[in-house]
T-cell receptor, first 114, second 114 residues
Framework: AQTVTQSQPEMSVQEAETVTLSCTYD???????LFWYKQPPSRQMILVIR????KQQNATENRFSVNFQKAAKSFSLKISDSQLGDTAMYFC???????????WGAGTKLIIKP | ETGVTQTPRHLVMGMTNKKSLKCEQH?????MYWYKQSAKKPLELMFV???????ENNSVPSRFSPECPNSSHLFLHLHTLQPEDSALYLC?????????????FGPGTRLTVT
């Protein structure tokens, strides 16, 4: 089965600290997209960052960056200078060119403490 | 209204009731999706519509019936549901079905089946 695994059900850090959320996935394809989505307590899911598998350079969006290790099928999310508003569920997802479906991880609940 | 909207936000229904969930997107997208989100589980894709045509039905029970009258509106008709159908139902849309297009989510409908 094609799966996405997030091994950390819940994490908690102090405000301003750096936190890394892990994600591993399984695929037999060479071309695909990887995504991190954020779902705050208000429930609206929003895209945080995405990575094209054919690009070796890790994607960065302000305080959010990824560590994409294609051979290891690993796609971790690093949040620098964490803020209270970063408190949310974070979901990792994969999508291939051949199958349009997003395959989701079970999520990591991230709590930023003041 | 901007983005993806869903109504109602909360719904409580008995197992013999018939109700409908509504989704509307104001983004000019051509693909729309229904997901089921249960606690501590990956999001489950239920249905996909592309240019008003259903393209995916992930073995969803017939007590869930989707309808897509145009590219901006998506409905999920519910009848004779079971308690295990209680969940957050998310609607999403994307410019097209292909892998590189980001999905935009609505806030969801929290459904409780009694």
């Amino acid at each position: 089965a094609q799966t996405v695994t997030q091994s950390q059900p819940e994490m908690s850090v102090q405000e301003a600290e750096t936190v890394t959320l892990s994600c591993t996935y399984d695929t037999s394809e060479n071309n695909y997209y990887l995504f991190w989505y954020k779902q705050p307590p208000s429930r609206q899911m929003i895209l945080v960052i995405r990575q094209e598998a054919y690009k070796q350079q890790n994607a960065t969006e302000n305080r959010f960056s990824v560590n994409f290790q294609k051979a290891a099928k690993s796609f971790s999310l690093k949040i620098s200078d964490s803020q209270l508003g970063d408190t949310a569920m974070y979901f990792c997802a994969r999508r291939t060119y051949s199958n349009y479906q997003l395959i989701w991880g079970a999520g990591t609940k991230l709590i930023i403490k003041p | 209204e901007t983005g993806v909207t869903q109504t109602p936000r909360h719904l409580v229904m008995g197992m013999t009731n018939k109700k409908s969930l509504k989704c509307e997107q104001h983004l000019g997208h051509n693909a729309m999706y229904w997901y089921k989100q249960s606690a501590k589980k990956p999001l489950e894709l239920m249905f996909v519509y592309n240019f008003k045509e259903q393209t995916e039905n992930n073995s969803v029970p017939s007590r869930f019936s989707p309808e897509c009258p145009n590219s901006s509106h998506l409905f999920l008709h519910l009848h004779t549901l079971q308690p295990e159908d209680s969940a957050l139902y998310l609607c999403a849309s994307s410019q097209a079905r292909q892998a590189e297009y980001e999905q935009y989510f609505g806030p969801g409908t929290r459904l409780t089946v009694t």
